[in-house]
């Protein structure tokens, strides 16, 4: 067999291997979506079978049930918050410890990124007395505020390692024309940023959007608060499970993610390349 041949050859097993796995994963799904559409009867008696009798009505009713729209702002309201804080603060942090670094910056970055190596469980109790004590908690802006300590870490360890591919010459250029340091930032620095950023924006929505245990802890105490994430748990009962109206609150849950994610998915791997030069 030719070198060809066997570079060939691996490609196909290779495809071949990435289809199966992404069957295995887009299997689950499949089945949340047939299931949403089944009477609850159907769903007990076989979960894996295609509708005999199709339901849509389970959209409508678990669209009034859970005040969908209510819902929906209360989730993009903290995403949006979560978001933006995540954004600005990484970024002013990542440009400040790149162009300034010296043993204090380095321990800064250190300390910024460590967070990431922390598993949430081990701080959820403390963080939630923390919270209280600052009125953070049982409401969304609360919310989307405590989303910038869990996701900043991630994003500055982008933001940095992305710093070294723009030359510091755009800073002294800026000095010279009267900009400071903020200005330069923003006017100059902060466009270039515009691949990373979309990476950082996509995944931390696919994350805050479908994030479930820090709503539960932070907002899970009033309806007029609660995310989507949270309502479709509400068809999920101790004694009796409306499985065909779980379904579907679920799927209406993740659809606009999901929707994001489609939609900007080509930004991730050019950011995250981008973001993996080192300077």
């Given amino acids: 067999m030719t070198l060809k041949q066997k570079q060939k050859s691996f490609a196909v097993f290779i495809n071949a291997l990435v289809t199966i796995a992404a069957l295995v994963y887009i299997y689950p799904v499949f089945l949340m979506v047939i299931n949403s559409l089944k009477p609850f009867g159907e769903v007990v008696s076989n979960a894996i079978s295609l509708p005999k009798v199709w339901a849509p009505e389970n959209y409508g009713f678990v669209i009034a049930k859970m005040s969908y729209a209510k819902l929906f702002f209360n989730t993009a309201f903290i995403t949006i918050i979560g978001i933006g804080g995540i954004v600005f603060l990484s970024t002013t942090a990542a440009y400040i410890l790149h162009r300034r670094k010296n043993r204090f910056t380095a321990f800064a970055r250190l300390f910024i990124i460590l967070p990431m190596l922390i598993p949430f469980q081990t701080i959820m109790i403390t963080l939630l007395k923390t919270m209280n004590v600052l009125h953070l908690s ?142």
């Fill in 138 to 279: 049982g409401n969304r802006a609360g919310l989307g505020i405590q989303y910038w300590g869990f996701g900043i870490p991630m994003a500055v360890f982008i933001y940095y390692n992305f710093m070294g591919t723009i030359p510091r010459e755009l800073d002294e250029s800026s000095y010279i024309d009267g900009a400071g340091t903020f200005r330069t930032f923003l006017w100059i620095i902060f466009p270039l940023l515009k691949s990373v950023t979309a990476t950082v924006v996509v995944l931390d929505v696919m994350w805050i959007w479908n994030d479930f245990l820090l709503p539960l802890l932070m907002v899970n105490r009033s309806n007029e608060t609660k995310t989507l994430v949270l309502a479709a748990y509400t068809f999920v009962g101790q004694f009796n499970t409306e499985w065909h109206y779980a379904m579907t609150a679920m799927v209406l849950t993740v659809l606009p993610s999901v929707i994001f994610f489609i939609a900007f998915q080509k930004n991730i791997i050019s950011g995250v390349i981008a973001g993996a030069v080192k300077g």
